[in-house]
Structure formats: C-alpha cells, structure tokens
C-alpha cells in the first residue's frame, strides 16, 4: 500500500482488513477489494476499481515475496497496490457506496429518496466476506469471517475532509459558507416566533388584506401611473405620464410623414407591413382638423415604435430603432422599457417578460387615448404577439371593463374581438390567481 497525505512512521502498529465481493461468479465483480486501515487518528479507504483506481496494476504486474526464517524459503505471491486515502471515521465514501449500490445513479435515487443525505443504515447492509492481515515477521497469517458493512453518507465530513486535506481555494469557499451559513433550526423557530406574533397582533383578516395590496402594488410597478380620485377618464392615465412635453415636441418631425400619407401609400404599406395593424388602420381615419391630425399622427408613430421595439430581445446597437428615432425617444426606451443584465463580460439591455409587459400597458394605455378610451385588444395582442390571457390581465390590472364585439372595418369580422374600455367608477383591482388550469383535449 501507499499512503495519499503521507509515509508510515511506524507500519507495524496498523492493523489492515480486507474485503472483497461476495459476488465469485461475476468476471469482474469477483476482483473487486476493499483495503481498510486505522491509526490513532484517521482511517484510511483504497479500493482496486473505479476512476480513481490507480493505473499502475494494469499496466505491470507486482509480486510479493514472503521470507520462512525457519526454513530459509521464500513464497511469491501476486499483489496489488493500493492508495490508501484517508476517510474519517463513521464515514463512508462514493466508492464504497457504489460497489454496494451497483451504479451512481442508483446512489443519487436512493439519497433523494431518504432526504438529507443520511441513508437507513439497513438498507445497505450488504454481506461480505472480510479478510483480516495481520502482518507478521515474514508471515502472513490469514482469517476470514463473516461481517455486515454499514455505510453512513454525510456532507458535514467532506466538509472535514477539505479542512484537513483540501486545497486553499476549498478552504476559502469552505470558509466563506460557514460563515453566511445560518442554523436551520435558529431560522425555523424566529420565523416561527415572529409569524406568530404578527398573526396575534393583526389578526389574519388584516394580513390577508395587507397581502392583496402588497400583490395590486408590485403589479402597479409595471403600469402607467394611475389616478384613481380622476373625474373624467383621461385623467385616470394623463397624457403627460405617457409623453412628456419634451418627448411630444420631438416626435413632430418624424411623424409629419404619417400626416400627409394617402389611401394608396396606406395599401402599399399593409402590403410591406412597415406599420402594425393597429396603426394601419387607424391611418384610414385621420382627423381633418390640422391640430387634432397632427395630434394623432404623434401617438400613432410612438404607439407604432413601441410595439416594434417589444418585438426586439437583446439590444446591442444604440439606437435601436434607427437614426430617425429622436434621441430623446431613443433614451426614453431604453431606460425605463429595458433591464441590464451582465452576459459574456459586458453589460446588455434586455427586453425581459416583464418589461413587455410594461410596454404592452403603455401602448393600451396611448391607445386609449387615440381611440376615446375604447380600444380594440385582440388587434394589440396580434401586433404585438402575446396570447389572449396575457393581454386580458394586463388590460385588466389597467382597470378596463373587457366586452365581445366583431372585428372594424377591413378585420376578420368572423374572429371575436376584445374590446377595451375605460370608464368611470373603475373596476376594483384584484390580484391575478395565478395560472390558470390547462383545459383537457
């Protein structure tokens, strides 16, 4: 044998047990041993299979040879050599747990199944056949019984393990983890304690109700400010938290194009479809009064750049929406329709499920002031390519009254349309109940 962390200083005192499989049919399960040796202080594991088994025994062959003093003979003997890693004691280790498991798979199986890590001691208790050595001055004296092998797996000593025999970057981390580490059960009973005094002081009515506005107010992060004390109802999302002053000036000169567009450019555009449905449509319809057109033509370009810049993931150039985008627009999208993330070193802005969210309330909310408060939501859940629950509860957490109605002009009219409205007193808020049950085929 060979010792892992070290050499013997006094061999003599170890005493060495063997076992071996039990299984003498099997072509390789017959060869398997399992080499165990204690000191005063560590006890030490070596096993002649498994990948970490040394490759020494398969590419020569040892012999040891045993000295009779009385008769002046010596005996050859086929040997092997074993690395003897050390192993705490009362603990097991992966290759020992698989000899008797068969496969890492069922290791894995049979740990998940028992929780924690701790497995039923007798549920592994395997009969093996023990060989016992007992070195001797040139003698070997051998006997053999029979014993039961029990094995306990626990995280907490290869915890030891890397203490004892690990490397710095092991003991760092190991470090670093005792030390954010906190006791499951000091957790369980303050979470308890503190649970039960809440509940005794506010009653469960109370925190029931504190629940629901904590849940209306996270949805509220992601809708345009809402003025729930309005009188008229567009006042309930104001124009000016959608655009502000600034933002309105600057979409003049990109949207005048739209002003002066005919019936015929409008055709050829559906043909090439440079604009979303919503806004194609509403092309059709322009007001005549120059102000009120000019108005309108301004919404329909920042609703139109909206629902293209949902269709993006990743942006990487920085100005997505190309150089006729103001710059002012530009900064608009990217700060508050955006969230960073870090990916492969530099920092990106992504358009994650929540932020498109957010764009979509905003373009029902614009809509709603194109449309007089009443807007068509199966065209914007089309354009901007989210399924019908998800633009309804969206539409619903805008505080919108939802009906049936047929597609406008030059729509489906066979296809069911949702139609959005805003009016006054608003719908009471509620919390979405999470997923809904997929329906059986």
Not at 81 to 107: A, D, K
Not at 280 to 292: A, Q, V, W, Y
Not at 323 to 344: A, G, Q, R
Request: positive net charge; glycine residues 4%; hydrophobic residues 40%.
């Amino acid at each position: 044998v060979r010792f892992a962390n070290g050499r013997l200083q006094r061999p003599d005192s170890l005493r060495f047990t063997v076992y071996r499989n039990r299984d003498a049919v099997h072509p390789r399960k017959r060869h398997r041993r399992i080499l165990v040796s204690e000191t005063e202080r560590l006890c030490y594991v070596g096993h002649n299979f498994g990948s970490e088994v040394l490759k020494c025994n398969s590419l020569c062959r040892y012999f040891v040879g045993v000295l009779d003093k009385s008769s002046g003979q010596m005996e050859v003997y086929n040997a092997e050599i074993f690395n003897m890693q050390p192993l705490l004691s009362g603990g097991g280790c992966w290759s020992v747990l698989l000899v008797i498991l068969g496969s890492p798979t069922e290791l894995l199986r049979r740990a998940d199944q028992h929780a924690l890590h701790l497995l039923p001691l007798e549920e592994f208790k395997v009969p093996l056949e023990a060989v016992a050595v007992q070195p001797a001055v040139g003698f070997v004296f051998p006997w053999v019984h029979r014993c039961c092998f029990s094995v306990c797996l626990c995280l907490m000593q290869m915890d030891l393990c890397i203490e004892a025999f690990g490397t710095s970057k092991q003991k760092r981390a190991l470090s670093s983890r005792r030390m954010n580490a906190v006791g499951s059960d000091v957790v369980t009973t303050a979470v308890t304690k503190a649970a039960a005094n809440v509940i005794d002081t506010k009653g469960v009515t109370a925190l029931m109700q504190d629940m629901a506005q904590d849940d209306v107010q996270n949805i509220s992060a992601f809708l345009p400010p809402c003025h729930e004390d309005a009188e008229r109802p567009e006042h309930v999302y104001r124009f000016e938290d959608i655009l502000s002053p600034a933002e309105y000036e600057a979409l003049r000169v990109p949207a005048a194009a739209l002003a002066s567009v005919t019936a015929e450019e409008v055709a050829k555009r559906a043909q090439e479809r440079s604009h979303c449905t919503f806004v194609l449509e509403e092309l059709k319809f322009l007001p005549t009064d120059e102000r009120s057109r000019d108005h309108k033509v301004r919404c329909l370009w920042f609703l139109d750049t909206l629902i293209k810049f949902s269709h993006l993931k990743v942006i990487k150039k920085k100005n997505p929406m190309g150089p006729e985008c103001p710059h002012i627009i530009s900064k608009k999208l990217m700060k508050n329709f955006t969230s960073l993330t870090y990916n492969n070193g530099s920092i990106q802005n992504l358009i994650s499920a929540s932020m498109k969210a957010k764009i979509t309330a905003y373009v029902i909310a614009l809509a709603l002031h194109i449309n007089n408060f009443q807007t068509d939501l199966t065209v914007l859940q089309n354009d901007m390519k989210l399924s019908e629950s998800r633009i309804l509860d969206i539409a619903k957490a805008l505080r919108l009254r939802v009906s049936k109605a047929k597609g406008g002009p030059g729509l489906d009219s066979d296809q069911n349309h949702k139609m959005g409205t805003l009016s006054l007193p608003l719908p009471t808020q509620k919390a979405p109940e999470g997923q809904r049950k997929r329906k059986k085929m």
